[in-house]
C-alpha cells in the first residue's frame, strides 16, 4: 500500500493542492501572502514560534480529530498481509489499525528538540498546543523539549528542512524495505492519492510493482500509469476501495 495527501481527503482532511486550495483551508494565510511552502518552512521555529506552532498545532488537532473514511476499513478487510509507505503525517492508517507504516516524510504524532541536544525523537500525546485560529498564532506556552527545555517542532520532514531527525522514519523505511525484499515477486501495489508534483510515493509503488506489473494507482487528477503496467482510476479514494471491494 502506497499512499499520499489524496488518501486523507475523504475523510475531510484539507486538500492543499495550490495556493487556492490551501488558503481555502487557511484563510489568514492569505492576508499574510503566505502559502503551504511558505508557511511549513522550519525557519519559522527560530524566527517566530508562535506562527510556526500555529500552523502545526492547528494540524496536530485537526488530525487527532478526524476518524479515517471507510477505504481504511476496506483495505482493512481483505485480510491479507500488507504494508503502508505514505507520505502522510497525519497518522491515519495507524489509527485505521495498521501495522507496518512507513511515514517518509515523519509524523506530526513526533516530536523533535529544535537545538538537537541529543533527546531522542518523543511521542506528542498529551501535547495540546493553544491555537488562535483568527491568527492562526499560538498562545503560549509552547511544546518544549523535556531534555533540554528548548523549543520543540514537529518531528516532519518540511521545505527546505536539514534539521529533521530522520532516525525514527528511517528505520521505518528499512523495515518496509526487508518487507519488500522477503514477498518481492508476489506484490499487488495500491496507491492511492500521490501525485506528481512529489513523487516519493509514485516512484515507490512503480518500484515495489517492477517485478510483477501488479499496481493499481488511484488517484482523481493523476491517474495515468505510464511505466510498466499497471491501471489506473480516475476516483476518490473511498469510492474506489469500496468499489473494488464489491468486484472482489
Given amino acids: 500500500m502506497c499512499a499520499g495527501a489524496g488518501m486523507g481527503v475523504d475523510s475531510g482532511l484539507p486538500d492543499f493542492r495550490g495556493p487556492e486550495g490551501f488558503w481555502r483551508a487557511y484563510p489568514p494565510y492569505r492576508a499574510l501572502g503566505l502559502d503551504f511552502a511558505e508557511i511549513a518552512d522550519p525557519v519559522h521555529f527560530a524566527d517566530d514560534p508562535e506562527l510556526a506552532w500555529g500552523f502545526y498545532g492547528h494540524r496536530l488537532g485537526l488530525y487527532r480529530a478526524t476518524v479515517p473514511h471507510a477505504g481504511f476499513a476496506v483495505l482493512r478487510g481483505w485480510g491479507l498481509p500488507t504494508r503502508v509507505f505514505t507520505s502522510n503525517v497525519d497518522g491515519q492508517f495507524q489509527r485505521a489499525g495498521f501495522d507496518g507504516v512507513a511515514e517518509c516524510h515523519g509524523s506530526i504524532h513526533h516530536l523533535q528538540c529544535?537545538?538537537?541536544?541529543?533527546?531522542?525523537?518523543?511521542?506528542?500525546?498529551?501535547?495540546?498546543?493553544?491555537?488562535?485560529?483568527?491568527?492562526?498564532?499560538?498562545?503560549?506556552?509552547?511544546?518544549?523539549?523535556?531534555?533540554?527545555?528548548?523549543?520543540?517542532?514537529?518531528?516532519?520532514?518540511?521545505?527546505?528542512?536539514?534539521?529533521?531527525?530522520?532516525?525514527?522514519?528511517?528505520?521505518q523505511v528499512r523495515a518496509h524495505r526487508a518487507w519488500l525484499r522477503e514477498h518481492r515477486g508476489h506484490l499487488v501495489v495500491v496507491e492511492i492519492g500521490a501525485g506528481t508534483a512529489i513523487p516519493t510515493v509514485r516512484r515507490e509503488a512503480e518500484v515495489a510493482s517492477a517485478a510483477t506489473g501488479a499496481l493499481v494507482r488511484i488517484n482523481v487528477r493523476e491517474p495515468d500509469v505510464r511505466h510498466g503496467r499497471g491501471v489506473g482510476l480516475a476516483a476518490p479514494a473511498a469510492a474506489a476501495l469500496t468499489a473494488l471491494d464489491a468486484l472482489l
Fill in 114 to 171: 529544535l537545538v538537537d541536544c541529543g533527546q531522542p525523537v518523543w511521542s506528542a500525546d498529551g501535547t495540546v498546543v493553544d491555537v488562535d485560529e483568527t491568527t492562526m498564532r499560538a498562545r503560549p506556552p509552547l511544546p518544549a523539549c523535556p531534555g533540554c527545555g528548548a523549543l520543540a517542532r514537529p518531528n516532519i520532514l518540511m521545505f527546505g528542512d536539514v534539521e529533521w531527525v530522520m532516525d525514527r522514519s528511517a528505520e
